[in-house]
């Protein structure tokens, strides 16, 4: 109904509609069924019960589901319960480079792991928070590697560079206090199998 290209052949932007929290995947199916190209990155996540241990499916983006859409006809998806709004500058939604949703579906479509992490740049004020550096707070020089940062750290007032594995950093705001940050452990994501 809604998946008609432009006149140009070329399709619609993707926005980012904010939802309310745990209706991600009802939103994702709400649109689909309304004709909305929808696309709702999920990662496996272990989760303890009380008795075991349990694989769940959650979002990479907590509170969002992407949507292509022609930002002129919108108002079927703000309908779908959940919907709070689309991501944007005042009331005008701002488009995702294809790119970057192309750059998510193929990493969630790898098999590697894939969970949601803090946004991290270089220059920004971290705190160590695990490993013999605890505690200390630097600034992020540069990503190495996979999974490495350097940390440049105030010492006597000098300054030394640390490689330390990225998990071990939280980002910290501008009054210093760290930024709430959600990592839970998850599991290598694997492509669901065809028939």
Request: charged content about 25%.
């Amino acid at each position: 109904m809604f998946l008609e290209e432009r006149n140009d052949s070329t399709p619609y932007p993707w926005f980012a509609l904010r939802v309310k929290s745990r209706t991600e995947k009802v939103v994702a199916t709400i649109a689909r069924h309304k004709g909305f190209e929808e696309f709702l990155p999920l990662y496996q996540s272990r989760r303890r019960w009380s008795d075991r241990f349990k694989s769940v499916e959650l979002p990479l983006f907590p509170g969002y589901v992407f949507c292509r859409v022609n930002p002129e006809v919108r108002l079927p998806l703000l309908t779908i319960p959940g919907v709070m709004s689309f991501v944007g500058i005042g009331r005008m939604p701002v488009p995702i480079e294809d790119a970057e949703i192309a750059t998510i579906q193929a990493a969630i479509g790898s098999g590697l792991l894939a969970e949601p992490y803090p946004f991290l740049e270089v220059g920004q004020r971290v705190r160590i928070a695990e490993g013999p550096l605890s505690g200390t707070e630097g600034f992020l020089v540069e990503v190495r590697k996979q999974q490495r940062i350097a940390v440049s750290v105030s010492l006597l007032k000098r300054s030394i560079a640390v490689e330390i594995d990225r998990h071990w950093v939280r980002p910290l705001d501008a009054g210093g206090r760290e930024m709430p940050v959600q990592i839970r452990p998850a599991l290598a994501v694997h492509p669901a199998p065809t028939f």
